[in-house]
């Protein structure tokens, strides 16, 4: 490769990202726009959105839609905002990337003012020229009422995830292999 293709190959790779980027901004804007139009053009046809602990699960973007219609029946206004990403593209496939989005959010879920911190573990495929969220897995650190944000995040207590009627452990750092190596069991 010479020089002058290795540069516009990197060059590309630069506008991709910044688009990635505007991708993950816009998810946020649609989904506390209520914007349905502007999901369908989220997510791939054969999209992918679920949650690791396993409440939220659609396959296909007909259902990625019923499903974020179904949550925004609980949901009173809310405010996504995302901090830190990661895209990898992939070697063999320049239309391919996989990702880590750093995020929280602030919602009324039920009438009750809550916040979350949200990973999201995201691959993004380019198609007929944008690219779009192909598969995108939640995981939390926290969801929690806003009157139990500090009590959640006191020691020793795992059961951070209370949006449901049953609190529950939180899908990281405990579940993170990196964390159980270093802490332990």
Known sequence: MNSTDDLLRRIRRLEDRAEIGEL???????????????????????????????????????????????????????NHFTHDRIVRFEEDDPDAASGIVLAHAEMNRKGQP???????????????????????????????????????LGP?????????DVARPADWPEGLESWREYYGP
């Open 156 to 164: 020793g207590l795992a059961a951070r995830m209370r949006a449901y």
């Open 24 to 78: 993950v901004a816009r998810y946020c804007l649609v989904m506390d726009d209520r914007d349905m139009t502007g999901m369908t053009e989220l997510f791939t046809p054969d999209a992918i959105v679920r949650s690791s602990d396993g409440v939220m699960h659609a396959s296909g973007l007909t259902a990625v839609v019923a499903m974020f219609r179904g949550r925004f029946a609980v949901l009173g206004p809310s």
């Open 114 to 152: 809550m916040l979350a911190a949200i990973r999201y573990a995201d691959r993004y495929r380019r198609l007929q020229g944008r690219w779009r969220i192909a598969e995108r897995v939640l995981s939390f650190f926290y969801y929690v009422p806003t009157a139990e944000y500090l009590d959640a």
